[in-house]
């Protein structure tokens, strides 16, 4: 199966009898996470771009509206980062089970692990932070690259092809996490597989965008990407 095949069977992976009461939970958590965040933007969004425009001299005051813009842009970008990084760190153990089951399904055994009930969540937590740290930096780059003028032209293209890459890297984990693989053999065999990776994110990424979707989009991601580690990553 391509990467595209893979992202498009997760919607029909959770709705088998034995998967779909795995997805409930992520879900839930999924609304509260987003909910809060999109609040503390709202709340505090225009004291922050007031707060940058106080770092301009007064004759710069008509930069505003740019300065919004950018600022909106950002705060978007970091919103839905900060959403995975955040929800996957309270679903992680919901998630794991979930990407148990499903390749349990697709092979006829569940993965092998040596890691104990009680390591699940530090371990997971260690890697969304690793993800983290593996992102920030990128998209500060990204960021400055959107502002430069006449570089900027090929920041949308950037931007769909990182997103894409980071969706890949973000549901194929559970798979690796569960077979005790680590990151960055993770990252390697993707890198092997990049069209395929990018083939699997691309409409991961453009379905976080969309309200609604979004909220189930994790489970869905983790049923896909599941099936993209058996199909393409695991050997």
Sequence with gaps: MSGLDCFL????????????????VPT??????????FTVVY??????????????????????????GIAFIFFMALVFF????????????????????????????????QVTIWQVVPRAVGREISK???????????????????VNIVSPLLWLMFGAWMMALQYADYGADNNDVSFRVLKER???????????????????????????LMPIGVAGGTRFWVEQLKH
């Design 9 to 24: 069977d997760g919607f029909s992976l959770i709705l088998k009898p034995a998967l779909r009461r795995y997805f409930i």
């Design 28 to 37: 839930l958590i999924n609304v509260s996470v987003l909910l809060a965040l």
């Design 43 to 68: 709340l505090n969004f225009d004291v922050w771009v007031g707060s940058i425009m106080g770092w301009f001299p007064d004759w710069m005051s008509a930069l505003y509206w740019l300065v919004w």
């Design 82 to 113: 900060l959403f995975t990084f955040i929800a996957n760190i309270f679903s992680s153990p919901f998630n794991a089970l979930l990407s148990v089951k499903v390749e349990e399904h697709l092979t006829g055994s569940a993965p092998v692990s």
């Design 132 to 150: 983290l740290l593996y992102v920030l930096p990128r998209l500060t780059l990204l960021v400055l690259i959107t502002i430069v003028p006449g």
């Design 190 to 216: 993707l890198q092997r597989r990049r069209f395929q990776a990018v083939l699997f994110g691309l409409p991961a990424y453009l379905l976080l965008t969309i309200p609604g979707v979004n909220l189930v």
